[in-house]
C-alpha cells in the first residue's frame, strides 16, 4: 500500500471526511518539485531575540527573503525534549512562553500561524525508526516562534514541530533525520533550532551587551564544528563527546546541538554548507547558524 493511500485509509477511520478533505487538499498542494528546499540550522540564542531589531534577527528575516517561499515549516527545536518522539498535529499551535524573568512584552507575544494535521500525518508515515505521536498538548516553543516570526513575519505559513527523543543518542538522531528527506522535495523548509555552543553557566551575563564575547574553549570548538560541517565529517559530528574537553564543555548537555544534527542528516553528496550569524555571545554561547543547499 502506497504512504497516501495508507494515511487516507486512516485519516476516513479516525477523522472522518473532514479531515479526509485537508488531507488530500494539503498533499495535492505538497507535490514533488524540481526545487530542492534547503536545511537551515539556526542558532536561537535568547528569547529576547524574538522581540529585538538585532544583527541576527535582521539576518533571520533575510534569509526567508534568500530562499524559496516554503510551503510549510518543519522545526525540531531544543526546547521539545521528550520521551518518544512526538509532532504537533493541530490546525492551530499555541504559542509557548517557556521561559521566566524576560519582560512582559515578550509574554505577550502570539506567533498565530497554522498548523497542519495533514503534514503531520505525511510526516508520521515518513519515520519508520519511531512510532511519532501526533500531539494536541504542545505548540510553538521560542525555539520556533522567536526565530520564525522574524522569516515569515505574516504566519500565514503552516509550522510544526518535531521532538527530540531524550532516551536515544545522536546517531539515532541524524539517522532519522534521513527519513525527512523527501519533505525538502514537496517544498518543507526544515530548520534545527539549537546553539552549537551552549552552555549556561558559565554565561558571563556581563558580557551580554559586547560584541562577539566568546571564551577560548567556546571561539575553538565552534570553529572545530565549522570546519568539520565544511568537510561533511559528519561521523566526528555525530560523536562530539569524542572532541575534547572543549567538546564537554560546550555541550554539557544534548538539547542544544541534536537539532544541529537533524540539519546535517537531511544534506546530500552534492550539497555544501554555508554560514551565517557566525557569532558569540557572553562567552559561552555561539550563534553560528548553517544553510545547505
Same mark, same amino acid.
Do not use: C
Given at each position: 500500500?502506497?504512504?497516501?493511500?495508507?494515511?487516507?485509509?486512516?485519516?476516513?477511520?479516525?477523522?472522518?471526511?473532514?479531515?479526509?478533505?485537508?488531507?488530500?487538499?494539503?498533499?495535492?498542494?505538497?507535490?514533488?518539485?524540481?526545487?530542492?528546499?534547503?536545511?537551515?540550522?539556526?542558532?536561537?540564542?535568547?528569547?529576547?531575540?524574538?522581540?529585538?531589531?538585532?544583527?541576527?534577527?535582521?539576518?533571520?528575516?533575510?534569509?526567508?527573503?534568500?530562499?524559496?517561499?516554503?510551503?510549510?515549516?518543519?522545526?525540531?527545536?531544543?526546547?521539545?525534549?521528550?520521551?518518544?518522539?512526538?509532532?504537533?498535529?493541530?490546525?492551530?499551535?499555541?504559542?509557548?512562553?517557556?521561559?521566566?524573568?524576560?519582560? /512582559?512584552?515578550?509574554? +505577550?507575544?502570539?506567533?498565530?500561524?497554522?498548523?497542519?494535521?495533514? =503534514? @503531520?500525518? !505525511?510526516?508520521? *508515515? &515518513?519515520?519508520?525508526?519511531?512510532?511519532?505521536?501526533?500531539?494536541?498538548?504542545?505548540?510553538?516553543?521560542?525555539?520556533?516562534?522567536?526565530?520564525?516570526?522574524?522569516?515569515?513575519?505574516?504566519?500565514?505559513?503552516?509550522?510544526? /514541530?518535531?521532538?527530540? +527523543?531524550?532516551?536515544?543518542?545522536?546517531?539515532?538522531?541524524?539517522? =532519522? @533525520?534521513? !527519513?525527512?528527506? *523527501? &519533505?525538502?522535495?514537496?517544498?518543507?523548509?526544515?530548520?534545527?533550532?539549537?546553539?552549537?555552543?551552549?552552555?549556561?553557566?558559565?554565561?558571563?551575563?556581563?558580557?551580554?551587551?559586547?560584541?562577539?564575547?566568546?571564551?577560548?574553549?567556546?571561539?575553538?570548538?565552534?570553529?572545530?564544528?565549522?570546519?568539520?560541517?565544511?568537510?561533511?565529517?559528519?561521523?566526528?559530528?555525530?560523536?562530539?563527546?569524542?572532541?575534547?574537553?572543549?567538546?564537554?564543555?560546550?555541550?554539557?548537555?544534548?538539547?542544544?546541538?541534536?537539532?544541529?544534527?537533524?540539519?546535517?542528516?537531511?544534506?546530500?553528496?552534492?550539497?555544501?554548507?554555508?554560514?551565517?550569524?557566525?557569532?558569540?555571545?557572553?562567552?559561552?554561547?555561539?550563534?553560528?547558524?548553517?544553510?545547505?543547499?
Amino acid at each position: 500500500m502506497q504512504r497516501k493511500q495508507f494515511i487516507t485509509t486512516v485519516l476516513t477511520g479516525a477523522a472522518g471526511m473532514t479531515g479526509l478533505a485537508a488531507f488530500n487538499r494539503f498533499t495535492d498542494d505538497l507535490t514533488e518539485q524540481d526545487q530542492l528546499m534547503p536545511v537551515l540550522f539556526i542558532g536561537h540564542g535568547s528569547p529576547m531575540n524574538g522581540i529585538e531589531d538585532n544583527a541576527f534577527s535582521r539576518r533571520w528575516a533575510k534569509m526567508a527573503t534568500e530562499i524559496p517561499t516554503p510551503k510549510a515549516v518543519l522545526v525540531v527545536s531544543a526546547h521539545w525534549f521528550t520521551k518518544g518522539t512526538h509532532i504537533t498535529a493541530m490546525d492551530f499551535p499555541e504559542t509557548i512562553h517557556g521561559f521566566g524573568g524576560f519582560p /512582559q512584552a515578550l509574554f +505577550d507575544v502570539q506567533y498565530p500561524a497554522p498548523g497542519s494535521p495533514a =503534514l @503531520a500525518q !505525511e510526516t508520521k *508515515s &515518513l519515520i519508520h525508526s519511531a512510532d511519532v505521536g501526533l500531539s494536541h498538548d504542545w505548540g510553538l516553543d521560542h525555539g520556533t516562534w522567536t526565530i520564525i516570526r522574524h522569516m515569515y513575519p505574516k504566519a500565514d505559513i503552516p509550522v510544526l /514541530q518535531l521532538s527530540i +527523543d531524550y532516551t536515544k543518542g545522536p546517531q539515532y538522531h541524524y539517522d =532519522l @533525520a534521513k !527519513e525527512l528527506y *523527501s &519533505l525538502r522535495k514537496k517544498g518543507v523548509l526544515i530548520v534545527g533550532s539549537g546553539n552549537m555552543v551552549h552552555n549556561l553557566r558559565m554565561v558571563a551575563w556581563d558580557k551580554l551587551d559586547e560584541p562577539e564575547y566568546g571564551y577560548d574553549w567556546a571561539l575553538q570548538m565552534n570553529n572545530t564544528f565549522k570546519e568539520l560541517i565544511g568537510n561533511k565529517t559528519h561521523d566526528k559530528l555525530i560523536h562530539y563527546s569524542l572532541l575534547g574537553k572543549e567538546a564537554q564543555l560546550s555541550i554539557p548537555t544534548p538539547e542544544h546541538y541534536l537539532p544541529l544534527l537533524y540539519t546535517l542528516g537531511l544534506q546530500n553528496d552534492k550539497e555544501d554548507a554555508s554560514f551565517f550569524n557566525d557569532k558569540a555571545v557572553g562567552g559561552s554561547l555561539t550563534m553560528t547558524s548553517v544553510k545547505i543547499g
